[in-house]
């Protein structure tokens, strides 16, 4: 079996096709989505990522806001800067880009962002709301994830899902995004004894750890679907994944490449929240 490929380059055209649609019509009505960005120092994946979050935004027709600060910025100066955010009606969703430099409590920071405007859903309120199954905004990336699944008609209810990764803003909300969805969940992570025992009974698995060669084709049950989200560098400074993508696509059914899967869903993901931030201030 060659497992079909999930184009995350495809489906995020298709999703911001229809954000721009969106946008258009809350212009008529005269609002205009807004997102900031604020990245503090200049770790230079950040400075990649925060540009193309603001490309994204403007292709789509949101007005963006890049701020940018030396990384000896105060946390009492970036929090400030988070308060006068959260009061500007011009601003739906802010986003400060992590890490932040050490002397910086980035949890202080995220809890400082109003909720209405925490369009990375890392926020404990609506990492709560994730929880209870209330309405809040879900974090971009296993958002982005649920997005793929959908699209290729995979049903998880009744399935058994295994996510390797547990942190807070890929593996636990994935986990429960799927627990909604009614799969039956199981969390590994790097305390997981014999992980292959666990991932070979899966229908779905989603790999969140940011090491190469995590999982590998005799570790896949033949014809599940394999979502990648790990970002590597291999030995030629190329981008990879956390999966063996050439051994494990001839056990899957599907599977995400890397570059070109999960990584496009993830900003298009923030345009959906950021969206949503601009409609609920429009009802
Ligand atoms: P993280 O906070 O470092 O969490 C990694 C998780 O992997 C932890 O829960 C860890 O377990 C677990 N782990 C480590 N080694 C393991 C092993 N050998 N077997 C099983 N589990 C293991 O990372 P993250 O922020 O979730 O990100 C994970 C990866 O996704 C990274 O490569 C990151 O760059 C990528 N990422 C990509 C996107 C995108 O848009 N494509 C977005 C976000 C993240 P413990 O909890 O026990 O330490």
Not at 107 to 112: A, L, M, N
Not at 144 to 154: R, V
């Amino acid at each position: 079996m060659t497992a079909q490929l999930i184009d995350g380059v495809a489906l995020a055209r298709l999703w911001r096709e229809r954000v721009r649609e969106r946008t258009v019509a809350l212009q008529t009505r005269g609002i205009q989505p807004g997102l900031a960005v604020i990245l503090v120092g200049d770790h230079p994946a950040s400075q990649v990522y925060v540009r193309n979050k603001v490309k994204a935004c403007q292709e789509v027709g949101f007005h963006s806001v890049l701020e940018t600060h030396p990384a000896h910025l105060s946390e009492d100066a970036l929090l400030a800067r988070v308060r006068a955010l959260n009061a500007d009606p011009t601003i739906h969703g802010i986003l400060v880009q992590l890490p932040l430099p050490p002397h910086i409590d980035a949890q202080r920071v995220i809890e400082t962002i109003a909720p209405e405007k925490d369009v990375d859903g890392f926020h404990v309120a609506n990492a709560g709301a994730l929880m209870v199954g209330q309405p809040g905004f879900w974090p971009c990336t296993p958002y982005g994830c649920m997005k793929m699944l959908e699209h290729i008609g995979f049903d998880p209810c009744g399935k058994h899902a295994v996510v390797i990764g547990r942190s807070n803003i890929v593996g636990k909300p994935m986990a429960l995004m799927l627990l909604h969805a009614h799969a039956t969940v199981t969390i590994c992570h790097s305390a997981t004894v014999d992980l292959a025992q666990h991932t070979r009974q899966a229908d779905v698995i989603v790999v969140a750890v940011g090491k190469r060669g995590v999982l590998t084709a005799d570790m896949v049950k033949p014809g599940a679907v394999v979502i990648d989200v790990g970002m590597n560098r291999d030995e030629a400074g190329k981008l990879c994944g956390d999966v063996d993508f050439e051994g494990v696509r001839q056990v899957a059914g599907w599977i995400t490449p890397v570059p070109g899967g999960v990584g496009p869903m993830t900003i298009t993901m923030l345009l959906v929240n950021t969206l949503q931030a601009a409609e609920r201030v429009a009802t």
